[in-house]
């Protein structure tokens, strides 16, 4: 059987927008100084997780355990969840998104 090389736009949508996600998250953790860098992998590692807040939440339990001994995990999540809405919403002023 011969693949199928033709473009996929739905796939291409899907990958634009993850793509997005992972410039956001990572434009947020640039801003709030944390030294943390997102891939493609580590957003398929969470994305059996519901929600965004309980993504960060589980990213700090399993990768950063030691920041929860002396900060709030929904804190930590809630302010990154806050600057990374605030970046979707600057690439999309500019026309990116």
């Given at each position: 059987m011969i693949p199928d090389t033709t473009a996929h736009p739905r796939r291409e949508r899907i990958?634009?927008?993850a793509e997005?996600?992972?410039?956001?998250y990572n434009a947020a953790f640039d801003e709030l100084e944390l030294d943390w860098h997102w891939s493609r992998a580590?957003?398929?590692e969470l994305a059996s997780i519901s929600g965004e807040q309980e993504r960060i939440t589980a990213y700090l339990r399993a990768h950063r355990p030691h920041l929860l001994k002396v900060h709030d995990a929904a804190a930590i999540a809630s302010e990154i969840l806050e600057v990374k809405e605030r970046m979707r919403a600057r690439t999309a002023s500019q026309g990116n998104g």
């Open positions: 990958a634009t927008e997005r996600e992972l410039d956001a580590t957003l398929d």
